[in-house]
């Protein structure tokens, strides 16, 4: 059963027009992580949460948006996609800080045209 | 800030045979912690073996062990009895566990090695 779940797998959309990708997860973990991962790279984290607490990369773009209504769901929003930033978008959730595991979700296949 | 390199961008090795996974980090903490997690193809990442920097003795995942050497900041993997499943690319990662600090939690990937297992 999938602990870590992306909506969509697959997500087009115009250069300029906003998206949103959605996480979920049926774990209860406190830190949710964002990572891009661009073709065969190391996955760059983006921000994470743990529990409401937001901590932004600094070299996150402002374009990268996240929200975190809840302990189970956590939102990418992208203002204004550009060509740069068709990645492969990885979301993670981790029980605590520490030494446990981070689960991974699929990832949503961003293309932007 | 903390950085992870994997000096290996592609590895092989020949069915039940062995192989080592280089990687090295860069931090000024003292503690924290270290994974090594595989994404197979079209796959998502999954865990394989994790390290305390406060433990000295190394990880031992039945095939997979770590080679951990503090001072140096070393982190290796070896993989025993390599099988076809293990084929994948294979990431090094360090998370802080400054409490308190900005970096707490974070979670930093290498750029990662990819194994290719021969039959």
């Known amino acids: 059963d999938a602990m870590v779940i992306q909506n969509p797998r697959y997500q087009v959309t115009q250069f300029g027009k906003p998206v949103t990708l959605s996480c979920s997860q049926t774990?209860?973990?406190?830190?949710m992580y964002w990572y891009q991962q661009k073709s065969s790279q190391a996955p760059k984290l983006l921000f994470h949460?743990?529990?409401?607490?937001?901590?932004n990369e600094a070299d996150t773009p402002d374009n990268f948006q996240s929200r975190r209504p809840n302990t189970s769901f956590c939102f990418l929003d992208i203002r204004s996609p550009g060509l740069g930033d068709a990645a492969m978008y990885l979301c993670?959730?981790?029980?605590?800080?520490?030494?446990?595991?981070?689960?991974f979700g699929q990832g949503t296949r961003l293309t932007v045209v | 800030a903390q950085t992870v390199t994997q000096s290996q961008p592609e590895m092989s090795v020949q069915e039940a045979e062995t192989v080592t996974l280089s990687c090295t980090y860069d931090?000024?903490?003292?503690?924290?912690?270290l994974f090594w997690y595989k994404q197979p193809p079209s796959r998502q990442m999954i865990l394989v073996i994790r390290?305390?920097?406060?433990?000295?003795q190394n990880a031992t995942e039945n095939r997979f062990s770590v080679n951990f050497q503090k001072a140096a900041k070393s982190f290796s993997l070896k993989i025993s009895d390599s099988q076809l499943g293990d084929a994948a690319m294979y990431f090094c990662a360090y998370r802080s566990a400054g409490a308190g600090g900005t970096s707490y939690g974070k979670l930093t990937f290498g750029q990662g090695t990819i194994l290719t297992v021969h039959p």
């Open positions: 993670a959730t981790s029980r605590d800080r520490g030494i446990s595991e981070a689960f």
């Open positions: 949460y743990y529990d409401k607490d937001f901590n």
């Open positions: 390290q305390e920097a406060y433990k000295q």
């Open positions: 774990l209860n973990h406190n830190v």
């Open positions: 931090t000024s903490e003292s503690d924290y912690y």
